[in-house]
Each structure stands twice: as C-alpha cells, then as structure tokens.
C-alpha cells in the first residue's frame, strides 16, 4: 500500500504547501509516500521532495501540463492512485488542489474531506479533524470509504527536512484528449516580490495610513521582514492599493506564521481572513479597535512613529 501527494508546482519550484502535504501523508505511517508532479519542473527539485519523507516521485512531463486544467489532473492522479496501490491521497488544500480533490473523489469513490487541520484518528474508524467557519470553528468527520482524498490547509504540518534526495521516476500516461475540453486562455498573476498565499510574514495597512502615498513606511517593514504586503479591503476599494493584495473573507485568506495588521480597525470580514495566522500582531492608534481582541500582541500607538522604529530594530538584528 501506499499514500499519494499531489506535488503542485509554480515558477519551477514545488510549493511548501505541498512540502507540508508529503510531510503530513508520512506521518500517517501508512504506507510508502509517492509524490507525482504534472508538467515542466527540473529533476533536481524534484528529487528533493525525499527530504520531506517521501519515497518515490512520478514526474508526467507532458508540457499540456503547464497550464493547470482539474480534469486532467484529477485523470493522471486516479491513475496513479490505481498504479501505485494507492487508497489514500494528499494535496494541499488550494485553488487548484481542491477542485482537483473533489474530481479525484468523484472518479475513485473516495471520501472526501478539506481544510484538514491534523492526523486523522484511526481508532474507531478513520476521523478526521477540519477547520470550518472560517477558522473559528472545527468539526470531526469520518471517512468510511475504503478510498480517501486529504485537503490539507496550509500550515496544518511542518515541512521538516527528515531525509535525503531520491531519484526522479517517469510516469508515462495516455492523456485522452476529451480532458482537455475545457482550456485556459489566460493567467493573469499578482505581482509582488513574495505573493500573500505562500508569504510566511504578512504586514497589512488600513484606512489608518491615511493615504496610498505613506506606504512606503509599511513596505519598508515588509522588506525588512521578508514579507508579503495586504491591505484591508476599504483600501483596496479606494483604490491605494491593488485588489490582490485585498485580504478577508471576500479578499485573499492567508495563514502565515506572523501577520501584522497596521491601522486596520479589524472587521468581521478582515478577521475571517487573517484567523489562522499562526500569530496575530496589532499597531493601531485606537486601544479600543476590535482587532486587538483577536491579537497575540497589540502595540497602541501611531503607526507613522512605531513603523520606521520596527524597521529599523529588524534591520539591527540581522
């Protein structure tokens, strides 16, 4: 038996949610870990998922695959979960994985559960724990087909380096045509240095920046830190900010490991996109702002003078 991973790739280089999805499906001790990568990506970063405790990976180096397209993938995944022995598949709970999650399911008469946050429990059945409601919540479901598909929500593991590199395996599959029905035109990405959903650090701005020309303050925390920038969705409708850097509820759900929230008042809607972030930090002028409730640290005070003294003690400390 083993367990399979959908490795998703961008700019050449395989994502960490999907570092953390082998990680997860080693830890369930269930059988051998077999990555499958889709598309153009170079041998030696694939071989590094062994790091990450998996113990082979099926490269399809079909360039048709470069563009996403969900059938498609969900076909090559199915096959692989039939090749490989496979009744259990994890991927990373994504815009792409997902979907590409429910079709598999669909094909192979799997159970299927998202936002998975931990290991299931294996001692009654197979119960799996997910977040809902936007983080605030979670619930226990239990998986009773023989098969199972995994959505994993980023961060729900640690992408740990436990072994080596292992050598590239190529898979080759008849991709049938009908799959390919539905094509993409256009892939229109957000811009930026380091895009909010892999970001580890997000520093967000609010109305409380008073204007699109004082960003500069907050972006220079951001490089400081390495980080990504957001900004709340008032800014983003005032236009001071790109909509793709809109995080909430209706904007960009992000979980990185520290977001600061800089001037942002800190609405239901904001909230509900910042609340698994790992820590929470709050800069706001206003001691009663609702945000510092939901804060793991609050600093009161003016962002135009707290802001560049941030900066600058981060900077120190490299």
Known sequence: ?????????????????????????????????????????????????GKYGATKVLHVADARLDKPVIQVYASVLTKAMQDENADILVLANSSLGTPVAAKVAIKTNASFVSNVVDLPNAANGFVVKRSIYTGKAF????????????????????????????????????LNDADFNTTTTAIEKATGDILLPEAEIVVSGGRGLKGPEHWGILEDLA?????????????????????????????????????????????????????????????????????FKAADYGIVGDAFDILPKLTAAVKASH
């Open 223 to 291: 490089k400081a830190l390495h980080a990504g920038t957001g900004c709340s969705k008032p800014v983003s409708d005032l236009g001071w900010r790109p909509h793709h850097e809109h995080v909430g509820q209706t904007g960009v759900k992000v979980a990185p490991q520290l977001y600061i929230a800089v001037g942002i008042s800190g609405a239901i809607q904001h909230l509900a996109g910042v609340n698994s972030s790992k820590v929470i930090v709050v800069i706001n002028k206003d001691a009663d702002a609702p945000f």
């Open 139 to 174: 619930s226990f479901v239990e998986l009773k087909n023989q098969k199972k598909v995994l959505a994993l929500k980023k961060n729900a593991a640690e992408a740990k380096e436990i072994g080596n590199t292992i050598a590239v395996t190529p898979y080759a599959i008849a």
């Open 1 to 49: 038996m083993s367990v399979l991973v959908f490795v998703e790739v961008g700019e050449g280089k395989i994502r960490k949610t999907s570092l953390e999805a082998i990680a997860y499906a080693n830890a369930l001790k269930a059988g051998d870990v077999v990555a499958v990568a889709l598309g153009s990506i170079e041998a030696a970063e694939l071989s590094s998922v």
